[in-house]
């Protein structure tokens, strides 16, 4: 019985998926600034050149909005963003675009559609 416990757990170790495994959290992976900010079809008016992502290879971001800094981890499922901020509750955004150069997020802020377009920030 400890034999098939221990070959369980390995089974569930060697199967579950990081966050980068799949073809998206891969793409996800460098720093990236915002383009354009859209609330409703509509420009937000928001400052977007402040947007900034950084999703490391070890499932770790960060958000720099002004001065507004967040920090915490995140993962990738299929076309789907989790974030979950050291001290906060987990966010889900939909990835409708992700490739070498753009990142485009689509989220939902209490029934408000929102697009995000980011570009990969050049090192």
Do not use: H
């Not at 928001?46 to 950084?54: A, M």
């Amino acid at each position: 019985m400890k034999l098939m416990n221990i070959l369980l757990i390995m089974l569930l170790i060697c199967t579950l998926p990081s966050c980068v495994e799949n073809e998206n959290g891969k793409k996800i992976v460098g720093s990236w600034k915002g383009a354009e900010w859209l609330i409703d079809e509509q420009q937000s008016g928001r400052n977007v050149e402040e947007t900034k992502f950084t999703f490391d290879s070890k499932g770790v971001y960060t958000f720099l909005y002004g001065s507004k800094l967040e920090t915490g981890t995140y993962k990738v499922e299929n076309d789907m963003l989790f974030t979950k901020p050291a001290e906060g509750q987990e966010i889900m955004v939909k990835i409708t675009k992700l490739n070498n150069d753009s990142l485009v997020f689509d989220m939902n802020r209490s029934g408000v559609k929102e697009i995000l377009t980011l570009i990969k920030a050049s090192n």
